[in-house]
T-cell receptor, first 110, second 113 residues
Framework: AQRVTQPEKLLSVFKGAPVELKCNYS??????LFWYVQYSRQRLQLLLR??SRESIKGFTADLNKGETSFHLKKPFAQEEDSAMYYC????????????FGKGTHLIIQP | DGGITQSPKYLFRKEGQNVTLSCEQN?????MYWYRQDPGQGLRLIYY???????QKGDIAEGYSVSREKKESFPLTVTSAQKNPTAFYLC????????????FGEGSWLTVV
């Protein structure tokens, strides 16, 4: 069975400091990994996905198959980054849904 | 305005009553999903549907039922058999070729008293 683990329920950093939200997964096949973000009073939305290899709002994430990780990073945190972040995995088969981690609440202190 | 619309946003029901949450999308997506979001639990998949008139159980389907009579609609019924129905429910959809990207509605808060 596939599983996504986000070890930190809460992460608090100061503005301007680097941020790393950890995500590890277990899946026997070739997964597709995503990061979703939920800002206060807004709907859950896609932040980035590994197949795009893009940087969104200064965030990047690299899929490390050896370590089965997909950590989310940003070199300089901004106050508007405060939100809930969810790592998610798709088995790649198509439309059978995503498996989500339990989420990390990121708080950026001024 | 395109997107996924869930209604109602807030709903209160007495224990023992069935309740149906509505989800409509005008994105022409084939697949639709229902997730439940609880504090500290993340999102858990209840049911999903890849095409009209077909749906599959997710990880926590017990006590829930769905239908998919139209492509744009995927209502969720929370039955009296669901032991802990108070939660935040999220509807979502996706289309083939979108890299499995799933788009979410704003959610419905259900409180059972």
């Amino acid at each position: 069975a596939q599983r996504v683990t986000q070890p930190e329920k809460l992460l608090s950093v100061f503005k301007g400091a680097p941020v790393e939200l950890k995500c590890n997964y277990s899946y026997s096949g070739s997964p597709e990994l995503f990061w979703y973000v939920q800002y206060s009073r807004q709907r859950l939305q896609l932040l980035l996905r590994h197949i795009s290899r893009e940087s969104i709002k200064g965030f990047t994430a690299d899929l490390n198959k050896g370590e089965t990780s997909f950590h989310l990073k940003k070199p300089f945190a901004q106050e508007e980054d405060s939100a809930m972040y969810y790592c998610a995995l798709s088995s790649g088969g198509g439309a059978d849904g995503l498996t989500f981690g339990k989420g990390t609440h990121l708080i950026i202190q001024p | 305005d395109g997107g996924i619309t869930q209604s109602p946003k807030y709903l209160f029901r007495k224990e023992g009553q069935n309740v149906t949450l509505s989800c409509e999308q005008n994105l022409n997506h084939d697949a639709m999903y229902w997730y439940r979001q609880d504090p500290g639990q993340g999102l858990r998949l209840i049911y999903y549907s890849q095409i009209v008139n077909d749906f599959q159980k997710g990880d926590i389907a017990e006590g829930y039922s769905v239908s998919r009579e139209k492509k744009e609609s995927f209502p969720l019924t929370v039955t009296s058999a669901q032991k802990n129905p108070t939660a935040f429910y999220l509807c979502a959809s996706s289309r083939p070729g979108s890299g499995n990207t799933i788009y979410f509605g704003e959610g419905s808060w259900l409180t059972v008293v």
